[in-house]
T-cell receptor
Framework: AQSVTQLDSQVPVFEEAPVELRCNYS??????LFWYVQYPNQGLQLLLK??????LVKGINGFEAEFNKSQTSFHLRKPSVHISDTAEYFC???????????FGAGTRLFVKA | DSGVTQTPKHLITATGQRVTLRCSPR?????VYWYQQSLDQGLQFLIQ???????AKGNILERFSAQQFPDLHSELNLSSLELGDSALYFC????????????FGNGTRLTVT
C-alpha cells in the first residue's frame, strides 16, 4: 500500500541548533514530494516541493530537503532553528498517475530557548 | 493567505444533528479536497472533487457527503453527528496538474456535544 512514514512524532531542539525531520515513503515508483508546515490554529502551508531535477530542494524559512530515491526518503533539514519554527511538519507524496496527496502522521517540532 | 476560504470557523452542535461546512477554493483552482484532522487519527483524506465531479474518495463515512458546485465552491455535509466527529475539517484546493501542491484553508473546528 502507498504510505508515508514520519519516523519521529516529536522533535525537541534548542534554538540555533540544526534539525532533521525524517520522512520515508513506501514505493520506489515515480513520486512528487512535499513538506507542509502547520502553525497553531492554522491550515497547512507548503514549505517546499520536489517534482523533478535536482535532488536538493530549498524552501521557505531556510528549510531544505533532499530526495533520495534509493532510500525512498525525503528528509527535511534546517541548519539553525528559531523559536518561530515551532510547528507541526507534514511530509506528503503524490504517486505519479495518481491524484491523491498522501500525508504522513506529522512531526511536532518544538524549539526551546 | 492561501486564498482558500472556509466557513464557519467554529461550529458547536449536538449529537444527532446535521451541519454543512463550506469552502471556496483559490481562484483558478478546479480541484477541492476535504480532510479531517483529529488528535488520535491525524490528517485523514475524505474526498476530492475536480470541476464538479468526484475524483477520489478516502476514509469518508456514509453519514458524510460532499459536492462541488458549478462556481467551484464545495460543501461538506455531516449528518447524525457523533462525539467522535469532533475535529478540524480542512478544505484544500489545487490547480489542474496532478503534481500540484495543495493550498489549505484555515479549517472549521467542529465540536459535537
Amino acid at each position: 500500500a502507498q504510505s508515508v512514514t514520519q519516523l519521529d512524532s516529536q522533535v525537541p531542539v534548542f534554538e540555533e541548533a540544526p534539525v532533521e525531520l525524517r520522512c520515508n515513503y513506501s514505493s520506489s515508483v515515480s513520486v512528487y514530494l512535499f513538506w507542509y508546515v502547520q502553525y497553531p490554529n492554522q491550515g497547512l502551508q507548503l514549505l517546499l516541493k520536489y517534482l523533478s531535477g535536482s535532488t536538493l530542494v530549498k524552501g521557505i524559512n531556510g528549510f531544505e530537503a533532499e530526495f533520495n530515491k534509493s532510500q525512498t526518503s525525503f528528509h527535511l533539514r534546517k541548519p539553525s532553528v528559531h523559536i518561530s519554527d515551532t510547528a507541526e511538519y507534514f511530509c506528503a507524496v503524490i504517486y505519479t498517475g495518481g491524484f491523491k496527496t498522501i500525508f504522513g502522521a506529522g512531526t511536532r517540532l518544538f524549539v526551546k530557548a | 493567505d492561501s486564498g482558500v476560504t472556509q466557513t464557519p470557523k467554529h461550529l458547536i452542535t449536538a449529537t444527532g444533528q446535521r451541519v454543512t461546512l463550506r469552502c471556496s477554493p483559490r481562484s483558478g483552482d478546479l480541484s477541492v479536497y476535504w480532510y479531517q484532522q483529529s488528535l488520535d487519527q491525524g490528517l485523514q483524506f475524505l474526498i476530492q472533487y475536480y470541476n464538479g465531479e468526484e475524483r477520489a474518495k478516502g476514509n469518508i463515512l456514509e453519514r458524510f457527503s460532499a459536492q462541488q458546485f458549478p462556481d467551484l465552491h464545495s460543501e461538506l455535509n455531516l449528518s447524525s453527528l457523533e462525539l467522535g466527529d469532533s475535529a478540524l475539517y480542512f478544505c484544500a484546493s489545487s490547480a489542474v496538474d496532478s503534481n500540484s501542491p495543495l493550498h489549505f484553508g484555515n479549517g472549521t473546528r467542529l465540536t459535537v456535544t
